[in-house]
């Protein structure tokens, strides 16, 4: 919402479906828009982050700029590794 992206970049926000329900309605009744096409991406423990990405549309071929910010230190370690190598993977 606040990062100034370039012109045709998309945001794809991955995080619990409840959690995106509450984000997408505040910032909507802050008046908040975001700086870039965004695409949200449900994530429940049924089905992997690759998938449910690619089912939204993520083209592993083009440019990448991944942002963890305050989730790694809420997972396991056997957790961030997997997390660290579906981005390598997709990057």
């Known amino acids: 919402y606040r990062l100034a992206w370039p ?3 998309t945001v794809f ?3 619990q479906p ?3 329900e509450f984000k997408t309605r505040v910032l909507a009744a802050a008046g908040a828009a975001p700086a870039a096409d965004r695409t949200t991406v449900g994530q429940s423990s049924r089905r992997s982050m690759p998938t449910a990405l690619r089912d939204a549309g993520f ?3 083009m ?3 991944w942002i963890a910010e305050g989730l ?3 997972l396991p370690p056997d957790a961030q ?3 660290l190598d579906h ?3 997709l990057s």
């Open 7 to 9: 012109a045709g970049t």
């Open 13 to 15: 926000e991955i995080d």
């Open 18 to 20: 409840s959690v995106i």
């Open 59 to 61: 083209d592993p071929t």
């Open 63 to 65: 440019p990448t700029a």
């Open 72 to 74: 790694l230190i809420y």
């Open 81 to 83: 590794d997997r997390l």
């Open 87 to 89: 981005i390598t993977a």
